[in-house]
């Protein structure tokens, strides 16, 4: 009887914890939000350009070296493979469709299994989230200021763009490993085929 009582104990104590934690967090995160909303301009337009190779060509059109410090060539989503585009979207954000930029379910799943963990070993955000931190942002940060901002400029683009712009962004964006920065490197790179 002593055992299930102490289990109580602890995850009430866990659970008070973590809600006193949040409520002190809740000050400062308003102000981040506010300046979120204050933010002028159009998020998407604001996004950095995408740095992407260049190839090389004899006089004959064929390919003889490429160049760039980064591996990307853009494609359009229309050009991705179905299947490749389920697989990111269950492995990355499974309600990206349903979601306005921020995925409220996931963030606490993830806020209550890394405490459960006892560190980070999941996160909430979500495609739009990522696209915003990869494009608008210079230096990774993994400070709580910096996630509200980056959850409220992702509720402004998701507001902005379809959510088809935004996957194509994020497919051309993201690094998948091995030098390869986008889903067409990615596929060449891994497969030998077009994505």
Same mark, same amino acid.
């Given at each position: 009887?002593?055992?299930?009582?102490?289990?109580?104990?602890?995850?009430?104590?866990?659970?008070?914890?973590?809600?006193?934690?949040?409520?002190?967090?809740?000050?400062?995160?308003?102000?981040?939000?506010?300046?979120?909303?204050?933010?002028?301009?159009?998020?998407?337009?604001?996004?950095?350009?995408?740095?992407?190779?260049?190839?090389?060509?004899?006089?004959?059109?064929?390919?003889?070296?490429?160049?760039?410090?980064?591996?990307?060539?853009?494609?359009?989503?229309?050009? +991705?493979?179905?299947? @490749?585009?389920? *697989?990111?979207?269950? &492995?990355?954000? /499974?309600?990206?469709? #349903?979601? !306005?930029?921020?995925?409220?379910?996931?963030?606490?799943?993830?806020?209550?299994?890394?405490?459960?963990?006892?560190?980070?070993?999941?996160?909430?955000?979500?495609?739009?989230?990522?696209? +915003?931190?990869?494009? @608008?942002?210079? *230096?990774?940060?993994? &400070?709580?200021? /910096?996630?509200?901002? #980056?959850? !409220?400029?992702?509720?402004?683009?998701?507001?902005?763009?379809?959510?088809?712009?935004?996957?194509?962004?994020?497919?051309?964006?993201?690094?998948?490993?091995?030098?390869?920065?986008?889903?067409?490197?990615?596929?060449?790179?891994?497969?030998?085929?077009?994505?």
């Amino acid at each position: 009887m002593a055992r299930p009582f102490a289990r109580m104990t602890a995850a009430l104590v866990a659970g008070g914890t973590a809600l006193a934690l949040c409520l002190l967090a809740l000050p400062p995160a308003v102000g981040v939000l506010a300046s979120g909303a204050r933010y002028e301009g159009v998020v998407g337009d604001d996004l950095k350009a995408l740095s992407e190779r260049t190839v090389i060509y004899d006089n004959r059109g064929r390919v003889i070296g490429e160049l760039g410090l980064q591996d990307r060539a853009s494609v359009r989503l229309s050009d +991705v493979s179905p299947v @490749l585009i389920a *697989a990111v979207l269950n &492995t990355e954000d /499974r309600n990206f469709y #349903e979601n !306005a930029g921020v995925d409220v379910q996931a963030v606490a799943r993830a806020f209550f299994r890394n405490v459960d963990a006892g560190s980070v070993s999941q996160g909430g955000s979500t495609i739009t989230q990522q696209l +915003v931190k990869n494009r @608008l942002f210079d *230096a990774p940060q993994r &400070t709580l200021a /910096r996630k509200v901002r #980056e959850a !409220a400029l992702a509720l402004r683009l998701d507001a902005e763009w379809p959510k088809n712009k935004i996957l194509e962004e994020y497919l051309n964006t993201v690094y998948f490993g091995q030098g390869s920065y986008g889903v067409r490197s990615a596929a060449e790179r891994f497969f030998g085929v077009q994505p």
